[in-house]
């Protein structure tokens, strides 16, 4: 079955990194894209950005471009997310997230159970 | 582009309802929805021309008119209670966005 792994929860003071990795399993890693999303303490999903699994290729939120950068080794069948020069409004659950099959729909089918990032002085 | 949810919605047991999500991205791409529980990673019950994962109950179905994607449950049970998200690429394809979220409140 599909699963995604993700690593564990860290803490970070502002200004420092963090890099998340996400372990796939159950599918063919380059077949499909992996996003990363977002959450806030009691706040709505913010998409942060996508991987195509093959190509490499990315895309960012306009509002984390120049701080996020997302890779992928596809020998591991893994994703990482790296955000630089955090600040406390990072703080959130990031959760890697695979969508679909072909791409038409775009729909995000299977999702890690979320890392805690705390940025915290 | 931004995706907009109502922030609430409350529904009798056994009852309809209809969650909206509105953008203008939508006029060209479809909306998919995502269901979480607190304390839990969302999960996709509806994308697409009304799809749902396998495992997912058919009470819950999709739909688009224009600029507007629906989720509506029909039935609804105690366990969907929860928050409601929908999402799509932004007017440009290249981009994602979320709608802010509509939590469900069955009485």
């Known amino acids: 079955q599909v699963q995604l792994v993700q690593s564990g929860a860290e803490v970070k003071k502002p200004g420092a990194s963090v890099k998340v990795s996400c372990k796939t399993s159950?599918?063919?890693?380059?077949?499909?894209?992996i996003h990363w999303v977002r959450q806030a303490p009691g706040r709505g999903l913010e998409w942060v950005g996508w991987i195509n699994g093959g190509s490499g290729n990315t895309k960012y939120s306009e509002g984390l471009q120049g701080r996020v950068s997302i890779t992928r080794d596809i020998s591991a069948s893994t994703a990482y997310l790296e955000l630089s020069g955090l600040r406390s409004e990072d703080t959130a659950v990031y959760y890697c997230?695979?969508?679909?099959?072909?791409?038409?729909?775009?729909?995000?089918?299977?999702w890690g159970l979320g890392t805690l990032v705390t940025v915290t002085s | 582009s931004e995706l907009t949810q109502d922030p609430t919605v409350s529904v009798a047991l056994g009852q309809t309802v209809r969650i909206t999500c509105q953008g203008d991205?939508?006029?060209?791409?479809?909306a998919s929805w995502y269901q979480q529980k607190p304390g839990q990673a969302p999960m996709l019950v509806a994308y697409g021309r009304d799809n749902r994962p396998s495992g997912i109950p058919d009470r819950f179905s999709g739909s688009k008119s224009g600029n507007t994607a629906s989720l509506t449950i029909t039935g609804t049970q105690a366990e969907d209670e929860a928050d409601y998200y929908c999402?799509?690429?932004?007017?440009?394809?290249?981009?994602?966005?979320f709608g802010g979220g509509t939590k469900l409140t069955v009485l």
């Open positions: 991205s939508l006029r060209n791409y479809y």
């Open positions: 997230v695979r969508e679909g099959p072909s791409g038409y729909y775009g729909q995000f089918d299977y």
């Open positions: 159950g599918y063919i890693f380059s077949h499909h894209a």
């Open positions: 999402n799509s690429r932004d007017t440009n394809g290249v981009h994602w966005v």
